[in-house]
T-cell receptor, first 113, second 111 residues
């Protein structure tokens, strides 16, 4: 079956602009996670959804970052007033209810000029 | 705070030369230790989950083992296609629900 998909694959924006990154999880997966990966580092947890609600947003770095999952499937990560330090690969993962294993998408590479 | 340290940062082997990658962890109540493979420009690919000390899992040329403080990823007779970054991550009983990752080991297998 289809894996996790993310769009766009690349996004270039200017400092101060607003961006939206989309994640489409594996069909039937109720848990969805967002991570951020900087060059040479492992992924860093941002937020976790169980169904439609954000069960854990402790990894969001500040209030410029926000994520939604209105129908319990597709999720959008929103970043306001982007800064150059936000440049990274944003990864989405999903997992089945009751299972620990998370399956990752290909990521969106965000570049803030 | 959960911590994961991987060593070495980089490893270059000849084809067929077996070795091991190390993952040391500190976690409040382990709910799972995970190994992933990541190729350049791609998302991490799931390999193994380990839950308790003494557990082992195998897949082709890879075998993962777990103790109370560390995990090893053993690579037997590697091939060039095994070249990738190998990431270790933990999920704990306390704190965030997401995974805490190490920085990875960049493995290069030379033909």
């Amino acid at each position: 079956g289809a894996g996790v998909s993310q769009t766009p694959s690349n996004k270039v924006t200017e400092k101060g602009k607003y961006v939206e990154l989309r994640c489409d999880p594996i069909s039937g997966h109720t848990a969805l996670y967002w991570y951020r990966q900087s060059l040479g580092q492992g992924p860093e947890f941002l937020i976790y959804f169980q169904g439609t609600g954000a069960a854990d947003d402790s990894g969001l770095p500040n209030d410029r970052f926000f994520a939604v999952r209105p129908e319990g499937s597709v999720s959008t990560l929103k970043i306001q007033r982007t800064e150059r330090g936000d440049s990274a690969v944003y990864l989405c993962a999903s997992s089945q209810a009751g299972y620990n294993e998370q399956f990752f998408g290909p990521g969106t590479r965000l570049t803030v000029l | 705070e959960d911590q994961v340290t991987q060593s070495p940062e980089a490893l270059r082997l000849q084809e067929g030369e077996s070795s091991s990658l190390n993952c040391s962890y500190t976690v409040s109540g382990l709910r799972g230790l995970f190994w992933y493979r990541q190729d350049p420009g791609k998302g991490p690919e799931f390999l193994f989950t380990l839950y308790s000390a003494g557990e082992e899992k195998e897949k082709e040329r890879l075998k993962a083992t777990l103790t109370k403080k560390e995990s090893f990823l053993h690579i037997t007779a590697p091939k060039p296609e095994d070249s990738a970054t190998y990431l270790c991550a933990v999920r704990s009983g306390g704190g965030a629900d997401g995974l805490t990752f190490g920085k990875g080991t960049h493995l290069i297998i030379q033909p």
